[in-house]
């Protein structure tokens, strides 16, 4: 099992930029890919970006690319991302979560361990 805990959340202003993080702990972290997703207001959740185990693959959504870098430290067991020239459109609530290690996961439904959550919101 793999608790998760972000971290990083806050109020910045279009083209600022902010780095979250997500500690996580339990045994099996770096046996699991993770991902970053993100729901705003009124909306359905959304795959932002994806890690893989060993750090080797990185996936991001069409709406990021260019602006947001995912990336992991297993010796810290934590998975950060760096979130640059932010638009209003980026508000949402971000969660970290994990997801077994089988290729590119854009499904949120296939995510099986969740954190809480961390507010983005960005003003125009």
């Known amino acids: 099992q793999v608790q998760l805990v972000e971290s990083g959340g806050g109020l910045v202003q279009a083209v600022g930029s902010l780095r979250l993080s997500c500690a996580a702990s339990?045994?099996?972290?770096?046996?699991?890919?993770i991902g970053w997703i993100r729901q705003a207001p009124g909306k359905e959740r959304e795959f932002v970006a994806q890690?893989?185990?060993?750090?080797?693959?990185?996936y991001y959504a069409d709406s990021v690319k260019g602006r947001f870098t995912i990336s992991r430290d297993n010796a810290k067991n934590t998975v950060y991302l760096q979130m640059n020239s932010l638009k209003p459109e980026d508000t949402a609530v971000y969660y970290c979560?994990?997801?077994?290690?089988?290729?590119?996961?854009?499904?949120?439904?296939?995510?099986?361990?969740w954190g809480q959550g961390t507010q983005v919101t960005v003003s125009a």
């Open positions: 979560a994990a997801v077994s290690a089988l290729g590119l996961r854009t499904n949120v439904n296939d995510y099986k361990y």
């Open positions: 339990g045994r099996t972290f770096s046996t699991y890919d």
């Open positions: 890690i893989s185990y060993n750090k080797i693959i990185t």
